[in-house]
């Protein structure tokens, strides 16, 4: 079992809709957790970080964070084109940030 | 790409060879990473450093060496490289352990091909 799964898509949502991306891992004393957005021939740029259960809101992007069902989560609301990337779910565990291979994820006009 | 820069950006070099990739950041950061980037694998972690002539190594290690002489430089070293070692190669900074939660700050990353 991988540490950190994510769906690896393609993920294709409508210009203005809802898009759910989904990430779990595996160990139960993980501590943070980040959502990266990477642009195709880019690096990573960190859009999210969330550390407590329940919702963290910044902009058109929440994050949802379950520790119970080791589940975190991305809505970005009233997607963009421009928010066609990969996103990379990471979680830290005892000071060790593990990364998920990414969802890719295509916001068509 | 704030504060880290690596280079090259694109290398091609031969089976065999020695390569040294180079990561450069001007924030005193204490923490830098080491990351190959492979579809279907995500990032995974080569060899960090927690400081001057600090180093150790991460879960894909084998074939490759690290060096840091200075807060500001972190050289990845692929002692002799393999058409496996093909990948795209990041490196990362982070300031302390308590940024751990404001995560990394990536380099611009390196495309490394080996014929």
């Known amino acids: 079992q991988k540490e950190v799964e994510q769906n690896s898509g393609p993920l294709s949502v409508p210009e203005g809709a809802i898009a759910s991306l989904n990430c779990t891992y595996s160990?139960?004393?993980?501590?943070?957790f980040f959502w990266y957005r990477q642009y195709s021939g880019k690096s990573p740029e960190l859009i999210m970080s969330i550390y407590s259960n329940g919702d963290k809101e910044d902009g058109r992007f929440t994050a949802q964070l379950n520790k119970a069902s080791q589940y975190v989560s991305l809505l970005i609301r009233d997607s963009q084109p421009s928010d066609s990337a990969t996103y990379l779910c990471a979680v830290i565990t005892a000071g060790d940030m593990r990364f998920g291979a990414g969802t890719r994820l295509t916001v068509k006009p | 790409d704030a504060g880290i820069t690596q280079s090259p950006r694109h290398k091609v070099t031969e089976t065999g060879t020695p390569v040294t990739l180079r990561c450069h950041q001007t924030e005193n950061h204490r923490y830098m990473y080491w990351y190959r980037q492979d579809p279907g694998h995500g990032l995974r972690l080569i060899h960090y450093s927690y400081g001057v002539k600090d180093t150790d190594k991460g879960e894909v290690s084998d074939g490759y060496s690290v060096s840091r002489s200075k807060t500001e430089d972190f050289l990845l070293t692929l002692e002799s490289a393999t058409s496996s070692q093909t990948s795209v190669y990041f490196c990362a900074m982070m300031d302390s352990l308590a940024q751990n939660y404001y995560g990394y700050t990536f380099g611009s990353g390196t495309r490394l091909t080996v014929v």
């Open positions: 160990d139960r004393g993980s501590q943070s």
